[in-house]
């Protein structure tokens, strides 16, 4: 009995550790932002503003992190993506990145 109770709790701790600190980190960064790709979705997880001087300067984006993968190691990047809308409609209708930018706190 107290080997099935043994066994029985590590099979319940296996997955808890499973994951891994990329996985973890991913997790947490996917509930404050948008994951990539929403370019034309309406979802405004996670806002920032612009600042890199020029024509989208002061504008409203949507931070939203992707997985970085050069071959030996891995990496979440940020990126801020102003986004354009249909002015007939409202819809989006195209995004434009944004390289420098400040997250829009609640």
């Not at 980190?25 to 948008?34: A, E, I």
């Not at 050069?70 to 390289?99: A, L, M, Q, Y």
């Amino acid at each position: 009995m107290r080997i099935l109770a043994l066994a029985i709790a590590l099979l319940l701790a296996a997955p808890a550790s499973a994951a891994t600190d990329f996985d973890r980190l991913w997790n947490k960064t996917k509930k404050f932002m948008s994951p990539t790709p929403v370019i034309l979705k309406a979802e405004e997880k996670g806002l920032c503003i612009c600042q890199d001087g020029g024509g989208f300067h002061g504008q409203v984006g949507t931070m939203e992190p992707a997985i970085v993968d050069p071959g030996n190691s891995k990496r979440i990047s940020v990126s801020c993506r102003v986004r354009t809308f249909d002015p007939g409609t409202g819809e989006i209708n195209g995004t434009s990145p944004c390289g420098t930018f400040f997250p829009l706190a609640k």
